[in-house]
């Protein structure tokens, strides 16, 4: 250790330097069959943060997603947009950009269509944000790729299309649910540069769920540590290493150290039994 | 290398069958003239052939009175299918009180409910009962596979579309409708074929209308004994039935050839 003590944070409320951009109070969750997804979730989210749910399948962080992109109501508690508008209807003006585990493209239409999709739904002209559009593919590395339809595309390749449909709304939050799970292991390295890469550009907030220890402490400013039956957050870890972050920070030991942490605690959330980060 | 291993060009492909067909032909003019098998039951290649020029224009006529019921009653079965299986996907209520009478409507023979089209329609118009005959016949599997087609989009496109605000009718034309299209145009491919059929076989029970149509063509050689003819017509038949399919195959596959599994050529 090179001097610096990794700050564990177990209070709700981690990161105070930054204003609140969503507040998660005692949120639970009860499905009607019966399963009891998530319960006392406590969670305040700062704006420009990168913050990991971290768990073991099952945890109910996928559902804490879903239920902040607004897919689902909570049972109980409530999700808060601070410094968000509310409409008429008192449903949140989120400004999210939600990437699934799959890319989730339509395979009927080209790469310009599936990230263009977001604006048309909006009711935007296809000539007036064409340019719009173009950038946010050329935004993740698909600059020559513009009218390929996704099958002709990589896993990888098809992961990025995702991304960029994600951001072509220039959202405050981008929410993503496993996203490089199903990718090979250098794909996924690529992929988490470039997404640090981007989001040092942009000071959008990310909400990234995985199972990946080694995953959440490379990209994570903070992981939430989650436990299962119900989901609950165990641990709040602030990964407190600069960015931009490469290559280096991999190898180095405070990485190591923290990957220790995180995974002890993640080996406390799931009641001691051994996990393979 | 195993025969089934062995790639086929498509020259092949065409060559092979016509070649067969070819040989099949020529030992039948043989075996017919060899063995002197009366024109009444079973006539050479070359009497259907010449049934098939003298009797052109009769034959094209009724080949276009066919061709007319057959695709009237296919466009009115792929939009009412269409339209009633959207419909049922807007509502659930909808859905369970339409598909049991489409259902009763599929399983009931065409050629039992024929003589009450005949009756309702009246005698005059025997067009119309040919017409709607020819319709229940074709529709049911428009319906059945448009609606299996809009229910099976994938949950997380779903959920995308929800999470920009996306109203009805643009989840219904920008999502359902292209994830339907491959189960619709299969579903069109049975239909186009069963509408065909539907139109020939109610003919056969109803008669005809104003003017013959295939159907009757073949009936009245029948009964006058002009085999020759009966299979000029019956190849008539055949050559629009692989005429709607191979149109709505080409239909398939210049809408799905760039993205769908079904019509993707695979280079391995």
Not at chain 2, 23 to 43: C, G, S
Not at chain 2, 69 to 86: D, N, R, S
Request: with cysteine; net charge neutral.
């Amino acid at each position: 250790m090179d001097g610096v003590e990794p700050t564990r944070d177990t209070r709700a409320a981690g990161n105070t330097s930054k204003p609140a951009l969503i507040r998660i109070a005692g949120v639970g969750k009860r499905y009607s069959g019966g399963t009891h997804a998530l319960q006392g979730i406590d969670l305040t989210v700062a704006e420009g943060e990168f913050l990991s749910l971290l768990g073991p399948s099952g945890c109910g962080k996928s559902t804490l997603l879903r239920l902040i992109a607004g897919l689902g109501e909570p049972s109980e508690g409530s999700i808060d947009w601070p410094r968000g508008s509310y409409d008429a209807a008192g449903t949140p003006d989120r400004s999210i950009g939600f990437v699934f585990q799959e890319p989730t493209l339509m395979p009927w239409a080209t790469v310009f269509e599936n990230v263009y999709l977001p604006l048309r739904l909006d009711g935007k002209r296809r000539q007036d944000v064409a340019a719009q559009v173009e950038d946010a593919i050329a935004g993740v590395g698909l600059a020559g790729f513009v009218h390929a339809y996704p099958r002709q595309l990589s896993g990888g390749m098809r992961m990025r299309v995702s991304i960029a449909r994600a951001l072509v709304k220039r959202p405050k939050v981008l929410l993503m649910d496993e996203p490089f799970a199903a990718l090979d292991e250098i794909t996924r390295m690529r992929l988490n540069d470039d997404l640090l890469a981007l989001w040092a550009g942009s000071g959008w907030t990310v909400l990234f769920v995985t199972h990946s220890v080694y995953e959440s402490v490379y990209l994570s400013s903070r992981i939430a540590v989650m436990g299962t039956r119900p989901g609950h957050i165990r641990d709040l870890i602030e990964i407190d290493a600069p960015y931009p972050r490469d290559e280096a920070f991999r190898l180095s030991a405070n990485y190591i150290e923290y990957c220790r942490i995180t995974s002890t605690a993640l080996r406390g959330a799931m009641g001691g039994q051994a996990h393979e980060p | 290398m195993s025969d089934e291993a062995r790639p086929v060009s498509p020259a092949m492909r065409v060559a092979v069958p016509v070649l067969l067909g070819i040989v099949v032909l020529l030992v039948w003019e043989v075996l017919v003239r060899w063995l002197e098998v009366p024109k009444f039951v079973l006539p050479a290649p070359s009497a259907i052939f010449r049934s098939l020029l003298t009797d052109y224009p009769s034959l094209l006529a009724s080949l276009w009175i066919t061709l007319r019921i057959t695709l009237m009653a296919f466009v009115i079965a792929l939009a009412c299918g269409v339209l009633l299986a959207v419909l049922s996907i807007q509502s659930r209520l909808v859905e369970i009180s339409i598909f049991p009478y489409a259902v009763i409507l599929q399983v009931t023979p065409v050629v039992a409910i024929a003589p009450l089209i005949l009756i309702w329609v009246g005698v005059e118009h025997i067009d119309r009962a040919l017409l709607i005959l020819a319709t229940i016949v074709a529709f049911f599997p428009i319906l059945s596979n448009t609606t299996l087609g809009l229910k099976s989009v994938d949950h997380n496109l779903r959920d995308l579309f929800q999470l920009y605000g996306a109203s009805r009718w643009q989840r219904l034309r920008l999502l359902q409708l292209p994830a339907a299209m491959p189960y619709l145009l299969g579903g069109m491919k049975i239909s186009g074929g069963l509408a065909l059929i539907g139109a020939v076989v109610a003919e056969f029970v109803a008669g005809s209308g104003t003017g013959a149509g295939l159907a009757w063509r073949i009936v009245e050689s029948a009964n006058r004994l002009n085999i020759p003819r009966m299979f000029a017509a019956l190849l008539m038949l055949s050559t629009l039935g692989i005429c709607i399919f191979l149109l709505l195959a080409g239909l398939e596959q210049w809408l799905l050839g760039r993205w769908h599994e079904s019509a993707v050529q695979r280079e391995r």
